[in-house]
């Protein structure tokens, strides 16, 4: 490990969202909240730790893929612990713990909340919460596509040929020219969203943060009520067309930008993607319709397409409280949970791709069974996977179970119910937010204690850096010099 | 497939079941109840349509690993239907559904039963309960060591190699040489257990029922309250050796009854299945011993330790309802439930070579990620695993997880709470008996309507016979000419 480059990484990124948090000061302003010195102490935090860092790494090397495993691990621990210091400073959130759960649920793009009075939040507080997301919605994208690729995560490969790039050595030429591509999607994107809720009467302040949220599938929402509280049909649907596009491939949306619209459909990650969406939507359309759950077929239509694209995706927001559902219900929304988002889009959990990756496997291990000599080889997007690639996606599959029973298993050591146990490793692991029992939807994660918020908050780290990338910090190869 | 051989192969087993029909006759001619002549109709259907099966089978080609996956669920299958026959006839549970649903538990070794009163049953009854698992307990383990390594499911091929044999062309000579070793050891054991039951002090009717069920991993009882309704320690303590012992590979006691006692320990997955159950069950006790759950420390060793090895063993019986322990405990009993036993024995779930080679290749994959140029092979008994092993056994597990969620999936479309769903497949599955909710240790399966009933029984059949032998079956290619 080359820490020098791994410490001059982490100093730009403190950096970076030093000159962020200049945002939130001037909202204060603009609302005359008294918030604004809270915000510019942090930045100024951040200036002096990260300029001091910057300093010390001066020099370095360009980072191989093994410092990426660092950079990529402590980049995301920083930069949340650092936004947790004006929420704490400001008195918003007064505990230093509960901010840091806000502000690393918001950077790992979870949702997952321990306010109780969203709405008594100062503006500052609010649009930070929804920053904090994007920005880590935004991070995670370039993760995906262009970082992990080169570390070999977890059958990240498939898209390595898709994005030409420099040799896959030297990590930082290639993260530059992906992320400037990516970023005029993402914002773009962004932009559409809230000019499209603006016109559909959500206040600008409303429609910023939302716009944030949803296409970080963070989640975190302005209001109690979650995207509920609007009341409104036209901005429900706005929210799952946008949440639907935030869980697919960027690169899909990028070259549909530059006019290849077939791209989408010819990619299988995404044929799959919004086939699960249609069919499990429906199937929980079907049978919250049989139950009479709802008073119109629009509004059951509406609720069940709402709520299983925002679980899917990973977003988390809600307009109805589903653990009043029926349970069919609630095991479709498990398994969505578990699926969760294409790679290369910012939505959590196994994604779609290493799903499509397992399924073809089991049924080639079927087919060996009956033909014991025969060679079989697993075809993706017609292009044939390299044989290690299966074995790294099911390897990915057995650590993301292996990292959800030790959750569990510590959570009820402390004394949580099974339930809550489960429903907060599962929505912590795969970024979703809202879990089960004490933490379901129409609750939040204020009723633990500090010791379980840490916890979930390494959760929400190692579910959305992807398990083996915090995982394998663990190894002590990873600390030999080399 | 060559149809002819698996015809044969049924007729077989049926004439087989339709001898072992002859013992609970004869025991309800001993105890004079009036249940024998449905017995010796059961007795008459067997020998007719096995006599059938066999004749039309004649001169039948050896059968090859094709046919073996035809056998070995067919074979289940209707064995399972025949041993329904006379609990439905004798009037003792009337609807053939359930005594299909109480034989099928009993011949996959699940143990799950829907019977509300079960000393109220005859003795004829209570003995072909504990026949049928004792009869599937031995199948099973034939099965592991000899039938399934040939057909190449799921990693068992990693005993291959130490069980010596004819060539894996023809399955024939090499089942019937490691049956003749196995029936002894496993034979022998079950007479230990019955007569160190009697010295405890229990008639010789419950302690023979009683050894059957134990050596099998079954779990059936002769009383309404399991195991616990003896109240002797020393019982209990007899039971949680045997079942231990039903939990290890028979290979090893046959080694150790020819003089290698070392044999237990120099295997890798022996000294994993040991140090699991004494380090989970320490957890379990520890937890149980600071909630003050019992009287004495005397109690809670003794509690908490039957409930570990019955779980983790897959038998299902029980001294005390766990549903009323600590969550932690539940958490760790569902995960032992998932493990279940050692390969080639008689316990089910994922089994603990496999869960071994899937820790081993969650470590390899990380370290893979660090040195992407190095070579790694896996290690298990000082032997290289083969490299299309791993992948193997990454199949069967995800196949599990597959086939588990789909089990929840349609019990809660059916309208069942997710504890209950998840608990009663869980629990058939992986062959243990008892689940949660509706379903848990102090209930039964009563209460559930036919259909779930057979899809339970379903989901038994496919968790007992490895998963694979099953889901191959509904590939075409099975059914094509060869």
Redesign the interface.
Known sequence: MQLRSVILVLGFLLLVTAACLLIPAAIALLYREGDWPAYLAACGIGLAVGGALFWLGRGAAEPR??EG?AIVTFGWLCVGLLGAVPLSLSGQIPSYTDAAFESISGFTTTGASILTDIEGRSHATLLWRALTQWLGGMGIVVLALAILPL???GGMQLYRAEVPGPSPDRLTPRIRSTAKRLWGVYFLLTLLEAVALMIAGIGPFDAVCHAFATMATGGFSTRNGSVGAFGSPAVEWIVILFMFLAGTNFTLHYLALTGNLRAYWRDEEFRFYAKIVLSAGLAVIL?LWRADFFASIGATVRHGLFQMVSIITTTGFGTSDYLLW???T???LL?AMAVGGCAGSTGGGIKVMRVVV?LK??K?????????RGVFTLWFNERALPS?L???V??????F??VY?AG??VL??G?????T?VGATAATLGNVGPGLGEVGPASNYAGMVDWEKWLLMFLMLIGRLEI?TV??LL?P??WRKS
């Open positions: 893929a093994r495993f570390l070999g995560v049978v029926p349970p069919f609630h095991a479709v398994i397992l496997q089991g080639c291990e079927m087919n060996k069974l009956l033909h014991p290690g299966a074995t790294h099911l390897g990915f599959f057995l650590l179970v292996l029973v569990v298993l009820t050591l004394g949580r119910d099974l339930v146990a083996y995982l394998v190894l190869g990873a």
